[in-house]
């Protein structure tokens, strides 16, 4: 790599934010962000619409470049002067993500999908990928709609192939931005479910979601988040039967209530 | 009365009812203004269409070999078409040479089959390719060498040279085009401002000015002993504007993938080049078809401007053919040769925005 970003001893440590700050412009999205996210956590952040939860999930692959702090993940280490595509790239080998619309390529089949990345980007053999991408669909519930074209799927299937194709890239780490925010209701279970049972696999994750159900399942820790800042932490028990700060309480008076 | 309302059994889907097609009378006259509007039309229609079958077929004049088959100015002179198309499909090329020409006329036929009949837009690639790679080997056959004696292109002509200026502006200019577009976002200044620079430029200057200035000015600039053939010089001049106009197209069709196609690209591994080539520019490419077909169409007809400049297309073998010895003569003779021209484009025009049309409809 050109730049001072090294890849240094693997540890117990997957993800590391330290101080970081991220303005749009004059608006000032993130606001001293420190996160530590350990292997085989399941972490889930919450928060009002605003309140900087995806710019989050986004700083941690690099799609969203931060002016300062350092971050650090999967053995690499970026500071906020260092975000190069070079960078970028390295740490998206290592990292999966889930978007709120899919964003699966429309112009190829399921399978397709699925393995343009680790051909391309990783150079992994093609028959190599096909067997895992196989595998990963059958996981996920749909190993008869290889050959089909996204936009023959209901949207809880596409979002299952979208998981299917971030697991294809062996991540180590798994990123999931408000993954069924927009689906139909009746298809919300699918896809929470094909992700609870990656996480009972042990797969390291960071989930922004508004499934309150879902965080206090299967989360290790929820963050609440509000105007660019983590406001509290705590395990799911605590955090939904002893909230501290009063935004918080006010934030699960609104989402609980319903 | 209850208000809770339980069905008992499922309705089964029944067929729509057949919908009564619409009566030409109410179709026509609706409303007694539409109606007479409809009547004017009707007669108006009625009344040029009379008037053209008369002069393209009762008054006109089929057979003979110089302009005294055709007196008077009342009618057509087909006998002029009839004597004279060969050489207006494939101008001076030599006689005994001839089968080279047809041999593209059938090469460029069979082409146009095999890209309409296909069954799925996805050899589009294909298609493109077969845009760029046809007319290689079409001038390849034409120029001739090896076996073949050369015949130079000033010799060629009529249809023949219009569909080749075609297909090689079209070989030419939408790899540019792409470039030019790829170069407008670049992260470069310098790339990003020549290509902007290169491509409004070239949109701001009528066509006829760029033929011109290859024409008259570019051998100026030339280095010595390197002469450039004027049919040369005027396919880089069709080349170069239309690729300023497949820029656009481009630009458009690069503009249309979202940027979460480029996010979920880089979130596999790809890196921008390769996201570039398998992600976003397949699903542009596949956008703008109908509006390259539609270029096409345009440098179809931009080809009779070739005329102007003195490279013989069909227009300005039509115009030599009329001030041939043999049929100088009244000016219906001209007007005859015209009306054919118009028909040829017309076939080929309106074949290729059908086609447009369809691929339009079927995504």
């Known amino acids: 790599m050109t730049t001072s970003a090294t890849i240094s001893a693997a540890s117990a440590t997957i993800a590391r934010m330290q101080g970081i700050n991220k303005w749009y412009d004059s608006y000032h999205a993130l606001r001293d962000i420190d996160l530590q996210v350990s292997s085989g956590e399941r972490v889930v952040i919450c928060g009002p619409s605003g309140s900087g939860k995806s710019t989050l999930v986004r700083t941690v692959n690099l799609l969203e470049p931060f002016q300062q702090g350092r971050l650090h993940v999967c053995g690499i280490d970026v500071g906020a002067d260092e975000i190069t595509r070079a960078a970028r790239l390295a740490v998206n080998r290592r990292v999966g993500m889930v978007f709120q619309q899919f964003n699966l390529f429309p112009h190829m089949t399921v399978l397709q999908n699925l393995t343009v990345g680790p051909i391309w980007g990783s150079g992994i053999a093609r028959n190599e990928i096909q067997e895992l991408a196989h595998r990963y669909l059958e996981r996920v519930g749909l190993m008869d709609q290889a050959d089909k074209y996204p936009a023959q799927l209901s949207g809880g299937q596409q979002q299952r192939v979208a998981i299917a194709r971030a697991l294809c890239t062996r991540p180590q780490l798994i990123l999931f931005d408000e993954p069924t925010a927009s689906l139909d209701p009746e298809m919300v279970n699918e896809v929470l479910q094909t992700m609870e049972s990656l996480a009972t696999e042990g797969m390291t994750m960071i989930v922004v979601t508004h499934e309150m159900a879902f965080a206090r399942r299967v989360a290790d820790r929820v963050i609440f988040m509000d105007q660019g800042q983590i406001i509290e932490t705590a395990p799911p028990d605590d955090f939904f039967e002893r909230p501290q700060s009063q935004r918080l309480k006010t934030f699960l008076g609104q989402v609980l209530k319903h | ?363």
């Open chain 2, 1 to 363: 009365m209850s208000t809770h309302f339980v069905r008992q059994a499922l309705i089964d889907p029944r067929d729509a009812p057949v919908a009564a097609p619409i009566h030409w009378r109410r179709a026509l006259f609706p409303t007694p203004v539409i109606g007479a509007l409809s009547l004017l039309l009707l007669a108006l229609f009625a009344l040029f269409g009379w008037r053209f079958l008369q002069w393209s077929v009762v008054q006109a004049h089929w057979l003979g070999d110089s302009s005294e088959a055709c007196p008077g100015e009342a009618g057509a002179c087909w006998a002029f078409v009839i004597a004279r198309w060969k050489p207006w499909l494939v101008g001076n090329y030599p006689s005994d040479q001839l089968w080279r020409a047809w041999t593209c006329f059938a090469a460029f036929a069979l082409f146009w089959i095999w890209v309409v009949r296909r069954s799925r837009a996805a050899s589009l690639q294909r298609v493109l390719l077969g845009f760029v790679l046809l007319p290689v080997g079409l001038f390849l056959l034409l120029i001739g060498g090896g076996p073949l004696p050369v015949v130079a292109p000033t010799r060629w002509g009529g249809l023949l040279l219009t569909l080749l200026v075609t297909l090689a502006t079209f070989a030419t200019a939408l790899p540019l085009g792409l470039w030019l577009a790829l170069g407008r976002r670049s992260r470069l200044p310098m790339v990003r401002w020549l290509c902007g620079a290169f491509v409004e430029g070239m949109r701001s200057v009528p066509l006829l000015a760029v033929l011109f200035i290859a024409a008259t000015l570019l051998p100026l600039f030339l280095p010595s002993g390197f002469a450039m053939d004027l049919f040369w010089r005027a396919v880089l001049a069709f080349a170069m504007f239309n690729a300023a106009m497949a820029a656009e197209v481009f630009r458009g069709g690069l503009q249309s993938v979202g940027r979460g196609q480029r996010e979920a690209a880089t979130t596999v591994g790809l890196s921008d080049f390769a996201a570039l080539r398998l992600i976003v520019m397949p699903q542009a490419v596949t956008a703008v078809v109908p509006a390259l077909v539609n270029i096409m169409i345009a440098v179809i007809k931009e080809t009779t401007l070739l005329s102007v400049i003195g490279v013989s297309d069909l227009l300005s073998a039509v115009e030599i053919g009329a001030k041939s010895p043999a049929w100088i003569g009244e000016p219906n003779i001209l007007i005859s040769g015209y009306v054919f021209l118009a028909v040829i484009y017309l076939t080929v025009c309106y074949g290729l925005s059908r086609y447009s049309r369809r691929l339009e409809v079927r995504r």
